[in-house]
């Protein structure tokens, strides 16, 4: 197995020329009202935050997976206090880095909440690097601003008499990307580990690829069943149906970025061959996430298999 540490990620990946950015869902606009729908009792999803909130209301106060982005911060703390007077956020998780899930992080630290996340996650929030597919700069975040307490590997924790799971799916969309289950309501939060109507994001300047997404899919499979209930980072709820149309896309994406590898196919003819013609309905234009799925399979050439 070729492996790639972050460090060897953020020495690599200006090197690529800029690919173009695509909207990741974050926002710089101003909250315009957020939509709170129950998902089950004491259990709210939150849209229109920058990304999908889910909120677990309790009489120890308030659980949170993921804050939404930074313009909508007091404003999700506002329906919050609505919903749940006297609850404040005592936990937060952050599903992976990305502005549009930690917006609230500095707000939450503040008031003596923990914000919880994968060790990687942390190190990015804090980190000083550039992601070439976007053009765009990342400077460290204060430290008010990082998680607080941070963990490497899968557990759980109990909150407010309710058992809470989270598990890490590594070098997915990120190499910190974690999920959140609750069993007694059947709900998963897979956040970006999960696209809908889109293309998924394997980036892999913060250490995501293909094959990992792809391995994310099967395990959130494995530990789903028809009635659990599902909560992307984007778009209404769903359930195993979406995660498997996803681990269609990447098994056959997969095999197809091998076969380019194998055989000496440039960027732009890989591009070219339309490797996600089936898809492409669906889920609209594929060529920042074909130029991910090249350009991260590098890092990755043993794992895809027949390479080198």
Known sequence: MLLITRRQVLATTAGFAAAGAVRLGFSQTAPQGLGVTELAPELLLIAGAGANVVALGT?????????????????????????WPGRPVRILFNSNWREEHTGANQ??????????????????????FFVDWEGRHYAPHP??????????????????GRHIEYWHLPRAHTDGDVAVYFPDANVLVASDLLSVDRYPVPDYATGGW???????????????????????????????????????????????????????????????????????????????????????????????????
């Open 107 to 128: 707000a939450i630290r503040a008031a003596g909440g923990r914000v919880l996340a994968h060790e990687n996650t942390k190190l990015w929030l804090g980190g000083d």
């Open 210 to 308: 293909i094959g990992g997404l792809l391995e994310a899919s099967k395990a959130l499979l494995a530990k789903t069943d028809a009635r659990t209930r599902i909560v992307g980072a984007q778009g209404a709820v769903c359930g195993r149906a979406e995660l498997e149309a996803q681990l269609e896309l990447c098994t056959v994406v997969a095999q197809k970025a091998a076969e380019a590898f194998r055989t000496g196919t440039s960027l732009a003819d890989f591009i070219a061959s339309q490797p996600t013609a089936a898809f492409d309905a669906q889920r609209g234009d594929p060529n920042t996430f074909l130029k991910l799925v090249y350009k991260g399979g590098f890092a990755h050439l043993r794992e895809l298999g027949g390479v080198i």
């Open 143 to 160: 430290a008010a601003m990082l998680p607080n307490e941070t963990f490497y590997t899968s557990g759980s924790l109990d909150f407010g």
């Open 59 to 83: 009489p120890d106060g308030t659980l949170l997976v993921d804050g939404g982005a930074p313009p909508h911060a007091a404003e999700l703390q506002r329906t919050l206090a609505a919903r």
